[in-house]
């Protein structure tokens, strides 16, 4: 059972324009989130995270929000770039262990 | 530079032939972890350790071994690949302490095809 899910594969947007990446986590014990940026033939790279005892933190073009009640997170990025093009993952850590569990990843495509 | 560094990047091998995927990094992290990457999965854990001589299993840890002798490597083995290892493959690092949580560095990836 997926414990982190990210239901759209892919989003396209404009440059200039914001994009909003979506994941929904069911296990109301994550205590930390986090999203990466993944490009092709590269490993992911930590792009900003979030505890759970906040609900948003933001960090230049990249703003993450937490809604606890709705088990729901989302990254902004404003205004996007085409360097922004690349797949991102949300991750929940599960527990004391340091353990991440992630989503399947949507692919943003930033059209010039 | 920091970072974490796997070899090789990419492989091809045959069902039952034991193969093994080096990561080393130069960060001096406690906390090391291997992952793969399957299409509509994401990245599924396969296993961890917390410091030297310690290791536990992930959320995919059959077919797979590991060892930590060494703080800067943690190498992945394959005893007996079979068709259902064919994936790519990240080794990750971070940082240790109870009670903080520290975002893990990630190396290049392997891409591992077992015919």
């Known amino acids: 059972d997926q414990q982190v899910k990210q239901n759209s594969p892919s989003l396209s947007v404009q440059e200039g324009r914001i994009s909003i990446l979506n994941c929904d986590y069911t296990n109301s014990m994550f205590d930390y989130f986090l999203w990466y940026k993944k490009y092709p033939a590269e490993g992911p790279t930590f792009l900003i995270s979030?505890?759970?005892?906040?609900d948003k933190n933001e960090d230049g073009r990249f703003t993450v929000f937490l809604n606890k009640s709705a088990k729901h997170l989302s990254l902004h990025i404003v205004p996007s770039q085409p360097g922004d093009s690349a797949v991102y993952f949300c991750a929940a850590r599960g527990g004391a262990t340091n353990k991440l569990i992630f989503g399947t990843g949507t692919l943003l495509a930033v059209q010039p | 530079e920091a970072q974490v560094t796997q070899n090789p990047r990419y492989l091809i091998t045959v069902t039952g032939k034991k193969l093994t995927v080096t990561c080393s990094q130069n960060?001096?992290?406690?906390?090391m972890s291997w992952y793969r990457q399957d299409p509509g999965l994401g990245l599924r854990q396969i296993y961890y350790s917390m410091n030297v001589e310690v290791t536990d299993k992930g959320d995919v840890p059959e077919g797979y071994k590991v060892s930590r002798k060494e703080k800067r490597n943690f190498p992945l083995i394959l005893e007996s690949p079979s068709p259902n290892q064919t994936s790519l493959y990240f080794c990750a690092s971070s940082p240790y302490r109870t009670g903080f949580t520290y975002e893990q560095y990630f190396g290049p990836g392997t891409r591992l095809t077992v015919t």
């Open positions: 979030i505890s759970s005892i906040k």
């Open positions: 960060m001096n992290h406690e906390y």
